[in-house]
């Protein structure tokens, strides 16, 4: 999202943080992670969740009447073209009214009844919606529901007369690596904008984002919630962070990152249909946790310095039905070492509600290994 003022960047910080992957943020990276906010500067972000399947099916895309032909021989540039003139009357510039000032980020089409999805942070603290379609008419537009830890949200507009061109979702699961993707929105507010590059990895954690979409495709500032797509001009994911180089404070050129489109399918048909997430499709022990060091051990006179201590188990959760206590000082879950708070958001977000799994703590001097069913984190934070 692009703003018109320049706030100091505030630092990156967790959305959730008490049980299952509501810990400390998480960096798989090297490098700092942050949301295209567009602000001049950036403000640190954590989001996302894991999970496979659908509680609903959203509506297919119908945009697009121009054929793509398939990639052979010497065409690249014909497909891509083609894949430009079916997916940008889908793609919309949001503008937004804060308490903070004004803004703008991009956002995709995915129903014919005028719903919109973007990035949470574009719309976050928005006292007044618009939306800017492709054809250039301006329409007011109504805040449907968010969802904060995927940075996602749902906005809607009164279709025209004529209609909506509707974005098809993709599989995201059918990513490869080096294949070619398009990005598409209103970076720094220039409306319309097209960059292209490759699928650079695939399964990154970013934040909470345990399958998040790296690309060398272009993303900038006014970016946040417009399409990635495929060459088959398909929406595979949701542009929605960039990096910055922590040595030079500078944006990291060709680092981006996207929620994937299969997450996008299992969110927005439960903000269209309640306004909220009902089902997040995430894995969570029930506890809340601090990080182990030398300090907090010699303290509490725990018998290992690393690792993440219990502080509080919630009534009925996981970890309770599992017989885990206040005190115990989680040391491993299933296969991954957990050294501290952000190692065990990691491990959960690798993991899925229902699934069984090894958790290895210290309770005083003993060693225990405890099975665990993993139940769902609660919509509610």
Do not use: C
């Not at 100091?8 to 906010?37: F, K, W, Y």
């Not at 004529?162 to 490869?176: E, I």
């Not at 970076?187 to 060398?216: E, H, K």
């Amino acid at each position: 999202m692009q703003h018109t003022q320049t706030p100091e960047p505030s630092p990156a910080q967790s959305n959730q943080p008490s049980h299952g992957p509501r810990t400390a943020a998480i960096v798989a990276l090297t490098i700092v992670l942050v949301v295209v906010l567009g602000i001049g500067l950036f403000a640190g972000w954590v989001f996302g969740t894991r999970t496979t399947g659908s509680p609903a099916t959203a509506r297919p895309g119908t945009g697009g009447s121009s054929a793509i032909p398939p990639v052979s021989g010497g065409n690249l540039q014909a497909v891509r073209e083609a894949v430009v003139a079916k997916v940008r009357p889908m793609v919309v510039q949001i503008n937004v009214v804060t308490g903070q000032g004004q803004g703008l980020g991009s956002g995709v089409i995915i129903d014919p009844r005028g719903y919109i999805i973007t990035n949470n942070h574009v719309v976050q603290g928005a006292q007044h919606l618009e939306v800017l379609l492709f054809d250039g008419v301006m329409v007011p537009a109504q805040l449907v529901g968010t969802d904060p830890p995927d940075d996602l949200a749902v906005v809607k507009v009164t279709p025209p007369k004529a209609g909506l061109s509707v974005a098809t979702l993709g599989d995201s699961s059918q990513l490869q690596v080096g294949q070619d993707v398009l990005a598409i929105g209103n970076p720094l507010g220039i409306t319309q904008t097209v960059t292209s590059g490759i699928v650079s990895a695939l399964d990154r954690v970013v934040g909470t984002i345990p399958d998040a979409i790296q690309t060398d495709a272009a993303i900038n500032p006014g970016n946040s919630g417009g399409a990635l797509v495929d060459l088959q001009g398909e929406v595979v994911g949701i542009p929605t962070a960039t990096a910055i180089d922590p040595q030079f404070k500078t944006p990291a050129n060709g680092v981006g990152f996207a929620v994937p489109s299969n997450r996008v399918k299992f969110i927005a048909p439960q903000l269209i249909q309640t306004g909220a997430v009902t089902h997040t499709g995430r894995a969570a022990l029930g506890i809340t946790t601090t990080t182990v060091d030398e300090t907090l051990a010699a303290q509490r006179q725990l018998a290992v310095t690393h690792g993440v201590l219990i502080v509080s188990v919630e009534p009925n959760s996981a970890a309770a039905r599992a017989g885990l206590q206040p005190g115990d000082v989680i040391v491993q879950l299933g296969e991954q070492m957990v050294n501290d708070t952000a190692a065990l958001a990691d491990a959960l977000l690798h993991s899925n509600p229902g699934d069984t799994v090894s958790v290895h703590v210290y309770r005083d001097k003993q060693v225990m290994t405890v099975s665990v069913t993993l139940s769902e984190l609660s919509s509610g934070g």
